[in-house]
């Protein structure tokens, strides 16, 4: 890789900025002053340094976020805040996409990454990876509602969806449940319950597959996944 290249990736500039940095001797690679931003570097087994500290090289990263409620799941928009203007610069620099969609009024876990094959994996319809819902319904949830979901329930547009596993957390005029599903499509979760004449009106995801919604995490913050986090994913798929 090119060493403009790869400082670039690393956050440390553009690429004109890079030429500037290097002009200066503030970059060595194995102990000696490089200047050309063309030399051809293995970054996994060489010593980079700017300034005396040591460039990590990594290519992908994977980000656990707490997603508001108003910011959009998608990488870039004209109008509206997205998931990634949430980030710092240094890991905007990796280009990350989110992990699937949450709706623009939906909270809760959000992985962010740049790895294309994690993401095919945990998206695959083949994979059934699980995703757990927390919700707040208008009207009282029953045990005629469970079945139905267990069962799988008929959508507004035809679509008879896998089976759901759904808990209710407490029956009232205003109930509270979690919803676990193995599918996603458009608006699902509110679309099911609509089925059985109910309204979501708050909506969380907490959990999928194996990763839970770190409760350390206000609303519109992430951490990268721990080393047994990530372990935990991709061994399940």
């Known amino acids: 890789m090119r060493l403009d290249k790869l400082l670039a990736n690393m956050g ?41 500290e040591k460039v990590e090289y990594r290519d992908f990263i994977y980000l656990l976020m707490n997603k508001p409620q ?10 509206l805040e997205t998931v990634i203007d949430l980030l710092a610069p240094d890991y905007q620099v990796f280009k990350p996409f989110p992990v699937g969609r949450l709706d623009k009024d939906t909270e809760g876990l959000l992985v962010l990454t740049n790895d294309g094959q994690l993401a095919h994996e945990l998206l695959s319809p083949k994979k059934h990876v699980p995703k757990t819902y927390f919700a707040r319904i208008s009207g009282v949830v029953t045990d005629e509602d469970r079945a139905a979901f267990k069962k799988g329930v008929t959508l507004d547009d035809g679509y008879e969806t896998k089976p759901g596993e759904l808990v209710i957390l407490s029956s009232d005029e205003i109930s509270e449940i979690e919803l676990t599903i ?16 109910k309204e979501v009106t708050y909506l969380k995801r907490i959990s999928m597959g194996s990763l839970l919604l770190d409760p350390a ?3 519109g913050e992430y951490r990268e996944l721990t080393e047994e986090e990530l372990a935990a994913l991709t061994k399940a798929q």
Not at 70 to 79: K, P
């Open 70 to 79: 108003g910011i959009i799941s998608a990488t870039e928009d004209r109008l």
């Open 12 to 52: 440390y500039g553009s690429r004109k900025e890079m030429k500037k940095l290097l002009r200066s001797g503030a970059v060595t690679v194995n102990g000696s002053t490089v200047k050309d931003g063309k030399t051809q570097v293995v970054p996994e087994n060489e010593d980079v340094f700017v300034l005396g």
């Open 182 to 197: 193995t599918e996603g499509k458009f608006h699902q979760v509110k679309r099911m319950f609509e089925a059985v004449g």
């Open 217 to 219: 995490l206000s609303l």
